[in-house]
Every structure is written in C-alpha cells, then in structure tokens.
C-alpha cells in the first residue's frame, strides 16, 4: 500500500523555523518527483516546492524562495521542508505529494503549520 505520512508541523512564533517530513511507503521516491504544497483557509492549493529525485532539480514559489528549502534522502525515504523566517501568511495545511508524469496523483494527508504573529 502507498502511503506518503507528513510530520514537523506545529505553532510557531514568525521569524521562527519548522522542518516538515514526508516518509514514503510502498513507493521509492527515487522515481518520483515530489514535491510539497499547501493549502489556506479559503485559498487554492498551491505548489510550495518541488524536487526532481533522480536531478537533484528543485524549484520554489517566488513566495518562499529563500526562506524554504526542499531536500530528498534516498536512504530514508523521506522528503523535508526547512522553512525559515515564517510570517503569518504561511498558516496552512501543507500536503506532500510525488508524481510519476505530468500530474501530482499521490498525496498524504497534511500537516498543520500555524505562525503566529
């Protein structure tokens, strides 16, 4: 069975940082891309960062470049979110997803992050 379980999120002051985690199961992400989005109360799902596993190719939104940080270990398994200097406007639920083509079919079932300002 596929499962993808996120983990790392909680409350936090802004300024602050969290490391969210993404460990696969029944999938090696290896031959994925994975990537990690979020989704606000009353908002889009939108693509926060995503990494090619076999590249090493990462790319941002331009709302978290700098401040945030995708990374892959193959050993783990596991997929990771450094997310530094938080403000108020990254209060989500943030989703971990991987994909084999074009579209994200495979998603976990979220964790929350809340900044407080």
């Known amino acids: 069975q596929v499962q993808l379980v996120e983990s790392g999120g909680g409350l936090v002051q802004a300024g602050g940082s969290l490391r969210l985690s993404c460990a696969a199961s029944g999938l090696t992400f290896a031959t994925y891309s994975t990537g990690w989005f979020r989704q606000a109360p009353g908002k889009e799902r939108e693509l926060v960062a995503e990494?090619?596993?076999?590249?090493?190719?990462?790319s941002y939104a331009d709302s978290v470049k700098g401040r945030f940080t995708i990374a892959s270990d193959n050993a783990k398994n596991t997929m990771y979110l450094q997310m530094n200097s938080l403000n108020p406007e990254d209060t989500a639920v943030y989703y971990c997803?991987?994909?084999?083509?074009?579209?994200?079919?495979?998603w976990g079932q979220g964790t929350q992050v809340t900044v407080s300002s």
């Open positions: 997803a991987a994909r084999r083509f074009s579209r994200y079919n495979l």
């Open positions: 990494i090619t596993w076999s590249s090493g190719t990462t």
